[in-house]
């Protein structure tokens, strides 16, 4: 696995006395491949390029198989460091996680989430056990045939671990939130895989990503401890679903080979204002647990963030699923018989409507497809926000 390095070989960093400190930029974008407000930030010297270690966006796809909105992205992200930096995009697309959701249904607005390692200290650190830290791996490239696999489940703890690491994350306990990026199987992969002689768990490509869900999901948990490191819990992927991770959001998509992870938690070796908390949600209409997210930041909702508040939230994210029992709080929902609409279309627009309206603000990352990540029908709210 490759720790995340955007500095060319042999070159030192430029503030390695000083402890890092963490710049969120949340960032609009009028089209898939609009990174102009990075380069904006870039050419005005508010970050550097070599300083950038994550991306987390929300484009206008249809948050399927064939949502190339997610590669157009990070073609373009990728062409725009390259450039910058005097560096390969190839190289750089295996060492800086980008992890991406299609699909901004009703009002959630497409935007991308930078995450800068500045390296300088803040003027003054907030209350609390210590300033927001970020850590990143991406794994060895995942073969088809482990997609949705107890192989896969030991990538992403193994990445997740590595992640922690490099974060300066000693402590399960202190990591608030992990982003995770898995690969999924498509026929061209699964016929490959075949013709080395594997067989793939599935070949069909939208069943191949809820079982890559449901694999990262579960190596985050054993990475925190929310699970024990057990093989014969493969059995239990995508059919117990009382086993999961309160901290996890993973994505599928065709335009990843390998695990991409990214984590969040709090360390002491770490400066600066940010800090971040996430809340399970135990199903769609759980507004509840957007207040419980907001609490430990010192926010309160009521019922809509206030002007001062919402100015102190950097990003948002929120993992959901319409319930597979095909009812919410006892009532049938028809999400899942919809022939017209795709049931993740419909629940990322109605939680994302609910949670935009507790903070005022659209700009949210709203993701479908939450098998093992929250309760089993809900999901979960994480918030980053500076303290007051």
Same mark, same amino acid.
């Given at each position: 696995?490759?720790?995340?390095?955007?500095?060319?070989?042999?070159?030192?960093?430029?503030?390695?006395?000083?402890?890092?400190?963490?710049?969120?930029?949340?960032?609009? *974008?009028?089209?898939?491949?609009?990174?102009?407000?990075?380069?904006?930030?870039?050419?005005?010297?508010?970050?550097?390029?070599?300083?950038?270690?994550?991306?987390? !966006?929300?484009?206008?796809?249809?948050?399927?198989?064939?949502? /190339?909105?997610?590669?157009?992205?990070?073609?373009?992200? *990728?062409?725009?460091? +390259?450039?910058?930096?005097?560096?390969?995009?190839?190289?750089?697309?295996?060492?800086?996680?980008?992890?991406?959701?299609?699909?901004?249904?009703?009002?959630?607005?497409?935007?991308?989430?930078?995450?800068?390692?500045?390296?300088?200290?803040?003027?003054?650190?907030?209350?609390?056990? !210590?300033?927001?830290?970020?850590?990143?791996?991406?794994?060895?490239?995942?073969?088809?045939?482990?997609?949705?696999?107890?192989?896969?489940?030991?990538?992403?703890?193994?990445?997740?671990?590595?992640?922690?690491?490099?974060?300066?994350?000693? %402590?399960?306990?202190? =990591?608030?939130?992990?982003?995770?990026?898995?690969?999924?199987?498509?026929?061209? %992969?699964?016929?490959?895989?075949?013709?080395?002689?594997?067989?793939?768990?599935?070949?069909?490509?939208? #069943?191949?990503?809820?079982?890559?869900?449901?694999?990262?999901?579960?190596?985050?948990?054993?990475?925190?401890?929310?699970?024990?490191?057990?093989?014969?819990?493969?059995?239990?992927?995508?059919?117990?679903?009382?086993?999961?991770?309160? #901290?996890?959001?993973?994505?599928?998509? =065709?335009?990843?080979?390998?695990?991409?992870?990214?984590?969040?938690?709090?360390?002491?070796?770490?400066?600066?204002?940010?800090? *971040?908390?996430?809340?399970?949600?135990?199903?769609?209409?759980?507004?509840?647990?957007?207040?419980?997210?907001? #609490?430990?930041?010192?926010?309160?909702?009521?019922?809509?963030?206030?002007?001062?508040?919402?100015?102190?939230? +950097?990003?948002? /994210?929120?993992?959901?699923?319409?319930?597979? #029992?095909?009812?919410?709080? !006892?009532?049938?929902?028809? *999400?899942?018989?919809?022939?017209?609409?795709?049931?993740?279309?419909?629940?990322?627009?109605?939680?994302?409507?609910? =949670?935009?309206?507790?903070?005022?603000?659209?700009?949210?990352?709203?993701?479908?497809?939450?098998?093992?990540?929250?309760?089993?029908?809900?999901?979960? =709210?994480?918030?980053?926000?500076?303290?007051?």
């Amino acid at each position: 696995m490759n720790a995340h390095a955007l500095l060319p070989p042999g070159t030192a960093p430029t503030q390695a006395a000083t402890r890092p400190c963490l710049a969120v930029h949340r960032l609009p *974008m009028a089209h898939p491949g609009d990174l102009s407000a990075l380069a904006a930030l870039f050419d005005e010297g508010v970050i550097e390029p070599a300083q950038v270690v994550a991306v987390i !966006g929300k484009t206008e796809g249809n948050g399927g198989v064939n949502d /190339f909105t997610r590669g157009y992205f990070t073609q373009t992200l *990728m062409s725009l460091l +390259a450039a910058r930096l005097g560096r390969p995009a190839a190289e750089l697309l295996r060492e800086l996680p980008c992890i991406l959701s299609g699909g901004t249904e009703g009002v959630l607005s497409p935007h991308y989430v930078v995450f800068a390692r500045t390296g300088r200290p803040a003027a003054a650190a907030g209350p609390g056990p !210590g300033a927001l830290a970020i850590g990143t791996a991406v794994s060895a490239p995942l073969p088809a045939q482990h997609v949705g696999r107890w192989a896969q489940v030991a990538s992403v703890a193994g990445a997740v671990r590595e992640a922690m690491r490099g974060a300066g994350i000693a %402590r399960a306990e202190d =990591v608030a939130f992990v982003q995770v990026k898995c690969p999924c199987v498509t026929a061209a %992969r699964a016929q490959a895989a075949a013709a080395a002689g594997h067989t793939v768990l599935t070949a069909d490509s939208g #069943r191949s990503m809820a079982a890559a869900r449901a694999a990262g999901a579960f190596g985050v948990a054993i990475a925190l401890g929310e699970l024990p490191d057990d093989p014969a819990l493969e059995a239990s992927m995508l059919a117990d679903f009382e086993r999961f991770s309160r #901290r996890a959001s993973i994505s599928s998509g =065709v335009e990843v080979e390998a695990n991409e992870v990214i984590v969040l938690g709090h360390s002491a070796a770490w400066e600066g204002t940010l800090r *971040m908390a996430c809340a399970p949600m135990r199903d769609a209409l759980d507004i509840g647990a957007v207040a419980e997210a907001l #609490r430990p930041l010192g926010m309160n909702a009521a019922p809509q963030l206030s002007a001062a508040d919402a100015a102190r939230v +950097a990003a948002v /994210f929120v993992k959901c699923e319409p319930d597979r #029992r095909g009812h919410v709080r !006892g009532l049938r929902h028809t *999400m899942l018989d919809d022939t017209d609409i795709n049931a993740q279309r419909h629940i990322r627009g109605a939680v994302g409507g609910m =949670v935009a309206g507790v903070l005022g603000d659209a700009r949210i990352f709203v993701s479908g497809g939450a098998e093992h990540q929250g309760p089993d029908g809900g999901g979960l =709210v994480a918030v980053i926000a500076h303290a007051a």
